[in-house]
């Protein structure tokens, strides 16, 4: 493979531009639009020479918009090309370009038919800002195994990267039971991988499959209740860690009843520290003058002398 020195002009409906290798495509930056109205076309697309007449290897967008204000093309040759040199020009030719977890899965899926794993660490992942033998490039290789359906969660932004591992773990049917739950909402690092950690326990525990884990955990019905995204993903988590830690999250909501019970009309905030491995609660405010920290006082004052405090003390010892 090499470039010509040669540039030619050429009709910009002369150019085909849907080969595989452009795999970023579809969008026009308005800064380049207003770039190539001011100044025009500074630097030349890249094609290649077929029987079918030219087709485009890279500068797409420059493409698009020339070909909407029907101005000729400058066009930069490429000879001798195989499939992995045209997507190694297009991927050079788009190196500055942010890059996401979507538009590296894409290239990837394009590279993988035409090298080994081993080459699409040594050679791909680096030219998407990823280090050959890093945790991120395991993942992205692992996420080239998973079906076309996940994939394009991924490249959605509807779960993270973080997630290939238990993904890859799991059987199809259990993949397939806990994809309704990424499909209308976009999740965090965190409460994602929290969730799909609790759920693969709770069915390995219970030795029951994940659709019988998401319905009997209420995971199911709380897809169907309407929520806003937010409140969505706070329940679905709250729901996983419950089927998970059953007996965790009886004292966790106890311990929020009884804590609204002592705190009501006081601006003290209790909090549990250490998942009940030790009684007792840890108690906050923020005070701003001498006259919030007095009233602050006289609240615990009144706080202290509550019959519910001995409930409190009891939770995670013995029955309140």
Known sequence: MHLTNEIITASPDALKAD???????????????????????????????????????????????????????????????DARDLGLLYLTD??????????????????????????LSAVILPRLGIKAKSKDAKLFITWLDLPESWQEHLAAGRIPLATATLLSRMAPEDRDAVEPLFSGHSWSRSNAVNMLTWLFETARMQQAPLAEVLRTAGLDAILQQGLSPKDAIARLTSAAKAARYPSLSRLQARFVEIAGELSTGTRWRLTQPNNFETGGAELSIQVKNAAQLADAVEQLQAMAGQSAWEKLWNLGGQDD
């Open 94 to 119: 788009n190196m500055a370009r942010p890059q996401d977890d979507g538009m590296r899965l894409a290239a990837l899926r394009y590279f993988r038919p035409l090298m080994d794993d081993a080459a």
């Open 19 to 81: 080969g595989p290798y452009l795999f970023w495509s579809g969008t026009v930056d308005e800064s380049l639009k207003k770039s190539l109205e001011e100044f025009g076309q500074t630097t030349p697309v890249l094609a290649i020479e077929t029987d079918h007449g030219l087709e485009l290897v890279a500068g797409y967008a420059r493409l698009a918009v020339l070909r909407a204000a029907g101005t000729p093309v400058l066009v930069r040759l490429a000879r001798d090309t």
